[in-house]
């Protein structure tokens, strides 16, 4: 899974979304959060979307220490090579 900052992504955002699409997510970083750019199949019904949407917002998650950022880092190099 490719990795980069918000900064990189701007000026590349066209290429990741396409990629995206392609099944390649990217994973950009920006103060210590991560957010995932990876192409969405939207459900056949709007009431499902909005559940998932609440599924994701009511779902635990776990804290992004700097240890948890340092796992991140490792597994997605570890990807990035193949």
Do not use: N
């Not at 103060?31 to 917002?57: C, N, R, S």
């Not at 009511?58 to 090579?81: F, M, N, Q, Y």
């Amino acid at each position: 899974m490719k990795t980069c900052t918000v900064s990189e992504a701007k000026s590349k955002l066209g290429e990741l979304a396409d990629a995206a699409i392609k099944g390649k997510p990217t994973v950009i970083i920006r103060g210590g959060k991560l957010v995932i750019l990876q192409a969405y199949a939207l459900p056949d019904h709007a009431d499902e979307f909005e559940a998932l949407i609440q599924a994701g917002k009511d779902s635990p998650h776990r804290p992004l220490t700097p240890t948890v950022l340092d796992e991140i880092w490792k597994r997605g190099r570890a990807l990035a090579k193949g």
